[in-house]
Structures are given as structure tokens and as C-alpha cells.
């Protein structure tokens, strides 16, 4: 089923391999390795956690440059501005499905020598120029946990075009076992479980339906919060975007009510958005300790994370619970008790 799940998503998207890992995580690890990474890596500081731990599990420097504060990605001046001597590469990441700036940051790649790949843990299905995500860089990880629309429960996938780099993955996944007796190089247990692979296959079925639902939800969302002032609605771009996985609202500051008071009211009506990001991994440990002034390179980063409210949405959520969660915003932002 492992078997059958690579060779499904892989025809998907158009790529020549995908090899299935335990998790997005370990995927990530496995990738990096599997580049030869060392040194420093550039990556943004405004990502989920696993894409700093991937390199700094394995002692390579995670390198934070900041983002555009339009697309919440990688400003690419910004990662020309942290290439030093010992940068090794650039881990770009599709964050909220919305791709990278890919073509700039493979020009950067290209002109320092330096390997480019992309953490996709929130892209699967989403396009770039009408190619899937998955065909660029080097290699991209995808991670299919649960929280992710297409998922199989925990797991994740590295996908690539490179024959050489995928049989290195298929042996790093597997403890280095080539055959049953013949162990050739030093690998770990990333194996996803048959199980799991079984989930994404069924849940493979009924993907663009719940890819539907939830671009339904996002324009809900979007009629609903169009007359709320103080706030905006990342866009999702309509070429690029199939999977609609996350609904981002920016609270601008001089509201009657916070960021953190309009989530304190949501969660107090059992709605469970969350901040996400917060305060950006470069203010996480260790990398608060080991770099106290990362953020005074990343101010856009440090703005974004104050405002940034991530909303209820998929299979369980509808149009008239939009419209609840929208008239809560309403009522804070305006100073009004609920
Ligand atoms: C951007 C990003 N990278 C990596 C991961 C790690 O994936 P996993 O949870 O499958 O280990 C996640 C999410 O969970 C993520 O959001």
C-alpha cells in the first residue's frame, strides 16, 4: 500500500518519485541529509518549528531571513542579504499552500551554488504556474498529518525528479538495507506504516471534494469578513491554490480589541482558531538563546506574528458557523461585549 500510495501521488503530480516517510518532520531530515547540507541553511523564520529542528537536529545552523509581508513567504532580498561563506542552501517554504517565490530563489541558488528545496508541508495539491507543487527545487516535503487536508493520519513524503537522491532516500528511510542481508549505507527508520498508507489512498479518493469545501468556506469567509474593518483576509490566488487548507486573518493594531482577545472570545463560543507561528521560531528555543537578535533582521516577520489569527475550517465547518465566527469579529473589533 506504501507502494501503490507513492506511485498514486507521484502520477498526480507529475513528479518521477515520491518516497513516503513516517512523517513530514523526519522527511524533512531525511532530505537534508540526503543533500549533503552543512553549515548554515536559510530558511524563514515564520514556518512551524520542524523546519528549523530538521537542521538543527542534525548541527547544520537554521539561518532566519525575513518575508514579504504581502505573501507572508521569503523575501528574496532578504535570504541575499544572510548568504555568508558557510551557507550550504535554501529551504524555502510554501507557507499557508501559497508557493515560494520559486524563480527567484532558484536564480539566488543557481548564482551562489548553493542546493534550494522547499518544506511543501501545506501545498500538496496547490500549483505553480500550472505545474504541481512537487516539481521544484531539488526536492519537496510534504507532510500528511492530520491537520493537513490530504493526510494519512501521521506521515509525510519527500517528492523529487533526481533518480540518484530518492534511491538514497529509499535507503536512508530504511535503516541503509539494500536487500534483505546487505546494509551499504548508515540510514534510520523512516518508514510509513502500511496502515497509514491505506488512509491516504481512501483519503486520496475524495480529495477534491474536500479541497471544494474548503475553497467554499474560504469565499464565506471572505463575503462575510468583506465589510469588517481592521482586518484582511489573506488571499488565496486562484491559479495557485486548490487545497484552500488555511483561512489567515490579519487583525490590524488599533482595534478596541486585540489579536489575543478576539481569539479569547472565539475560543469562549467553542470556536478553536488559533495564532500559529506565534512568536516565530527564531524566538523559540534554542533559537531565542543561541541567536538573542535574530529579530532585529526580521521586523516583518515580528509585525506578522502579532496579527495573524488562523480560522476554523473543512468538512465540519459550514456556512452558517461562518457567518457566527465572522459576526464575534465583528462585535470585538468594534468594542462591543458579546
Ligand atoms: C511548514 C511545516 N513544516 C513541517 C511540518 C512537520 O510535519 P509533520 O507534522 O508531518 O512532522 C509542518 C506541520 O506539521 C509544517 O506546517
Known amino acids: 500500500m506504501v507502494r501503490e500510495l507513492e506511485e498514486r501521488i507521484a502520477a498526480r503530480l507529475g513528479v518521477k518519485h515520491c518516497v513516503a516517510i513516517t512523517n513530514g518532520t523526519l522527511a524533512l531530515e531525511i532530505a537534508i541529509r540526503a543533500l549533503g547540507l552543512s553549515g548554515e541553511v536559510i530558511i524563514p523564520s515564520w514556518t512551524f518549528i520542524a523546519t528549523a529542528h530538521a537542521l538543527h537536529w542534525q548541527g547544520i545552523t537554521p539561518v532566519f531571513a525575513d518575508i514579504d509581508p504581502t505573501t507572508h513567504n521569503l523575501s528574496p532580498a532578504a535570504v541575499r542579504d544572510m548568504i555568508t561563506s558557510r551557507t550550504t542552501g535554501i529551504i524555502g517554504v510554501h507557507l499557508w499552500g501559497r508557493p515560494a517565490p520559486i524563480e527567484d530563489l532558484q536564480a539566488i541558488a543557481d548564482e551562489h551554488g548553493l542546493k534550494l528545496m522547499f518544506d511543501a508541508a501545506h501545498a500538496f495539491g496547490n500549483l505553480y504556474q ?83 469545501v474548503n475553497q467554499r468556506n474560504y469565499q464565506a469567509y471572505a463575503r462575510a469578513l468583506s465589510d469588517v474593518p481592521d482586518v484582511r483576509l489573506l488571499a488565496h490566488d486562484e491559479n495557485s491554490s486548490r487545497n484552500y487548507q488555511y483561512v489567515v486573518l490579519e487583525i490590524q493594531e488599533g482595534n478596541k480589541a486585540s489579536r489575543d482577545e478576539i481569539i479569547a472570545a472565539l475560543h469562549q463560543n467553542n470556536v478553536l482558531a ?48 461562518i457567518g457566527r465566527i465572522a459576526e464575534i469579529i465583528r462585535q470585538k473589533i468594534s468594542g462591543q461585549s458579546i
Open 130 to 212: 500550472g505545474r504541481s507543487i512537487g516539481n521544484f527545487g531539488i526536492c519537496e516535503v510534504f507532510s500528511f498529518h492530520a491537520t493537513k487536508t490530504f493526510n494519512t493520519m501521521e506521515g509525510g513524503a519527500v517528492i523529487t525528479h533526481d533518480d540518484e537522491l530518492a534511491e538514497k532516500m529509499r535507503l536512508m528511510r530504511n535503516f541503509g538495507f539494500h536487500g534483505n542481508d546487505n546494509v551499504i549505507y548508515p540510514g534510520t527508520n523512516g518508514k510509513m506504516t502500511e496502515i497509514c498508507a491505506a488512509f491516504g489512498l481512501t483519503n486520496l479518493e475524495s480529495l477534491d471534494d474536500i479541497f471544494a
Open 274 to 321: 488559533r495564532k500559529y507561528f506565534w512568536p516565530g521560531v527564531h524566538a523559540m528555543q534554542p533559537y531565542r538563546d543561541l541567536f538573542p537578535h535574530a529579530a532585529l533582521l526580521l521586523p516583518e516577520t515580528v509585525k506578522i506574528a502579532e496579527k495573524v489569527i488562523v480560522l476554523p475550517t473543512g468538512m465540519a465547518v459550514d456556512e452558517a458557523m
